[in-house]
């Protein structure tokens, strides 16, 4: 396809004021609250071990590592002595009554986590774990868990046996990333990357209710991509997410990474650049950019590609520290947001050291459409104190919320075109380490926003596992 542009200025991320914003709310709608509920503990000695700056029990990028359905919640982790197990509780309840899934983790690597999915057609919940770019770990429910959680005991027995593949079908030997989205007709889809970091390709799979099948890769790993420091012709897309809007639109944020490092300016940033977004009303067969032009085909020969045209909705070099897989959202609306963080340009235009420049100086923005079809983004004015990710959500009245590292929580409100960000909690008697995981599913179910998170530690000394919860306004 044609060589990559960026949209026009019109699409481009400037931060907006609210005379710009778009719509506005209801007078009668209230603007973002959150008010702390209760915390229960899911497992008092949990494994603790710092890889990658962050846990394998609390990666932002799992989806799902905390789940709602159908009146009860679901969480996954790593215990102390490595057995992966899965806790559920009904809603509002203290007590996390756990099973053991067979399986231990291999590695001290904070990728490895474990990730939860549920078939709607069968009512079977489906785990991935313990992977990075290698073989992956899969395990599912006796069917009709799901739909009847009060009436089936919760024991190892409702649990298969562990698996190399996907009830059989082999996917690839460099899996990562895995994440499971429910699709409006009730299958059950994996995303996940083939190949390595810098050299590597999303893919999709698909359950039927009977069988999986693998629908192919979707994106590309080739092309030319120049900086104004140098070139470099591989790279992965790493997604900040994949979620199917009411509509049944499937939408996906995401950055770029080149393998090559010649593209920065310093060999102690990273080569992430630009914020892309494109979407697919096919269940995942076909992706569009944000013009709707079809850039790629998923199990074709056109894949989307960093050459492709209309892709990047917020242009950044890579000499910013961006980071990859933070979080997205969809409105009432079908409208797309996203949370991304970077290093300013008022803080210099070129980051030497990752980490320690993003705990200095790093920012999450709000990156969202709006109903025109222009892009407008927003900083969040809480520093982020980490180089760790932000999660995202919006409330029934569509206002938004960040968590940020630590468990602090901003908000901004639909009415001000959310540009009105402030902090809406400090994340006071936590003590979590960073990043923290969130249940995506539950805001719309009960009004409550649950958060998972880690107590600090040292070294290899287990911590404390919990979920706290906040309800949001009625």
């Known amino acids: 396809m044609k060589r990559r542009t960026l949209l026009g200025a019109a699409l481009a991320g400037a931060v907006v004021t609210p005379a ?230 499937l939408h996906s944020f995401f950055t770029w990474r080149e393998q090559n490092g010649a593209v920065m300016c310093s060999g102690g940033g990273i080569t992430n650049h630009d914020t892309g977004y494109v979407y697919s009303d096919d269940r995942g067969r076909t992706w569009r950019n944000n013009a709707g032009t079809v850039v790629g085909t998923t199990g074709g020969s056109d894949r989307v590609a960093v050459t492709d045209a209309g892709l990047v909705v917020d242009p950044l070099d890579p000499d910013h520290s961006l980071m990859n897989q933070e979080s997205q959202f969809t409105d009432s609306a079908g409208l797309p947001h996203a949370i991304i963080s970077y290093v300013p340009g008022r803080f210099g235009q070129c980051t030497t050291n990752y980490v320690a420049d993003r705990t200095a100086n790093g920012r999450a923005f709000h990156l969202r459409r709006n109903s025109s079809g222009t892009w407008q983004k927003t900083e969040i004015p809480v520093p982020l104190n980490s180089s760790q990710r932000t999660k995202l959500v919006l409330d029934r009245y569509d206002n938004a919320y960040a968590v940020l590292p630590f468990g602090r929580i901003a908000g901004a409100s639909k009415a001000s075109g959310h540009t009105d960000w402030r902090l809406l909690f400090d994340g006071s008697g936590l003590n979590a380490f960073g990043e923290v995981v969130i249940d995506e599913t539950r805001v719309a179910q009960d009004n409550v926003l649950s958060v998972m998170y880690q107590e600090k530690s040292s070294g290899t000394t287990p911590s404390a596992l919990r979920v706290v919860d906040f309800r949001l306004p009625a």
């Open 20 to 249: 710009l914003a778009s719509g506005t709310a209801r007078a009668a709608d209230p603007g973002p609250s959150v008010t702390r509920t209760g915390t229960t503990t899911l497992d008092s000695q949990a494994i603790f071990f710092v890889s990658y700056d962050g846990l394998v029990n609390n990666n932002s990028f799992q989806k799902n590592g905390l789940l709602t359905y159908k009146g009860y919640q679901y969480a996954v982790w790593y215990t102390a002595d490595r057995n992966a197990v899965v806790g559920r509780r009904v809603l509002g309840g203290t007590t996390w009554s756990t099973v053991k899934v067979g399986h231990t983790l291999r590695y001290n690597d904070s990728h490895n986590v474990i990730s939860m999915g549920v078939s709607k057609v069968d009512g079977r919940l489906h785990l991935t774990m313990d992977s990075h770019s290698d073989g992956f770990t899969y395990v599912k429910s006796v069917a009709g868990l799901m739909d009847n959680p009060a009436g089936l005991s919760w024991t190892t027995s409702r649990f298969g046996a562990p698996q190399s593949t996907l009830d059989g079908l082999a996917l690839t030997s460099q899996f990562t990333y895995p994440q499971f989205v429910s699709t409006p007709d009730g299958r059950l889809q994996l995303s996940y990357r083939a190949g390595i970091s810098g050299n590597g390709r999303n893919a999709l799979a698909e359950y039927n209710g009977t069988s999986w099948t693998n629908l192919g890769e979707w994106t590309s790993s080739t092309g030319t991509y120049t900086s104004e420091h140098g070139s470099s012709t591989a790279r992965n897309m790493y997604l900040h997410g994949i979620d199917y809007d009411r509509n049944g639109r």
